[in-house]
């Protein structure tokens, strides 16, 4: 990925598209299920940000906000894996009661 993110060739949002598509999508797989601690939100955001800050070449010392950092790359922040937790909820509890998923959450 160093090549990618370093490729001058590349515009910075295909590079974000890139992300998006492979790293992104890898890191969040599942993320439904996940319990959704603040610790693991924050784990997550970590790289994320720091993924986003090398496709931008930012580096130490130089710094700017993740929010700016967001708007850049048009991302949203890890805080939507509950929104993402929550749909998943609401399609889970309208399948039929005898469906394996839908037991499992109500599974004791």
Not at 23 to 42: H, P, S
Not at 89 to 107: D, E, F, M, V, Y
């Amino acid at each position: 990925m160093k090549n990618i993110w370093n490729s001058k060739q590349l515009s910075t949002n295909i590079k974000v598209r890139i992300f998006n598509t492979n790293i992104k999508a890898v890191l969040l797989y599942g993320a439904e299920t996940w319990r959704t601690t603040t610790i693991i939100i924050k784990k997550v955001q970590v790289c994320i940000n720091s993924c986003l800050r090398k496709i931008l070449n930012i580096h130490w010392p130089d710094t700017i906000s993740n929010n700016l950092l967001w708007e850049r790359t048009n991302q949203l922040p890890a805080e939507k894996i509950r929104n993402r937790r929550w749909k998943w909820i609401g399609h889970t509890l309208r399948k039929s009661s005898n469906c394996i998923t839908r037991q499992a959450l109500t599974w004791n």
